[in-house]
C-alpha cells in the first residue's frame, strides 16, 4: 500500500537534499580572503601545480530530483543554482585575476582547482 504520508515524507528528503547541496554549492564564492590566500600560498609553496584543487565540495545528485527529473552533476548544479558551475566559478575568477580558476568533477566531489595562466 503506498500512502500520502509515504510521498510526501519522500519529497521532504529530496527538498532537504537539493536545499543542503544548494547550500554547499553556493560555498564557492562564500570563500573568505584569507581562507582564499592560504589556499593559493600553498598552491604556491607546492611548486605552483596545475589544476590544484583550493576548494571542494560533495555533491550527489538524487535518484529523481523534487521535479521528478534524473539528472547529471553537472545538470543537477544547474537546476540548484540557476547557473552552471562554470559560472559559479567565475564570481572567484573575478577576485583572483592573475590565475585561471576552474574546476573539475571526480565523481561525486567537486573541485576549484588553479593553474598559473
Known sequence: MIRL???LSAT???LQKEAYDRAVLD??????FETLKTNLI???TA???NAHPIHVMTVTPPPV???GVQRTLGDYVE???GRSMS???AGLQARCPDFIISYATTGREILVVVTKP
Open 79 to 81: 537546476f540548484l543554482m
Open 12 to 14: 521532504e528528503v529530496v
Open 42 to 44: 600553498q598552491w604556491a
Open 87 to 89: 559560472d559559479l566559478v
Open 27 to 32: 560555498t564557492v564564492n562564500q570563500i573568505t
Open 5 to 7: 504520508a509515504d510521498i
Open 65 to 67: 530530483c523534487s521535479d
Open 47 to 49: 611548486g605552483f601545480p
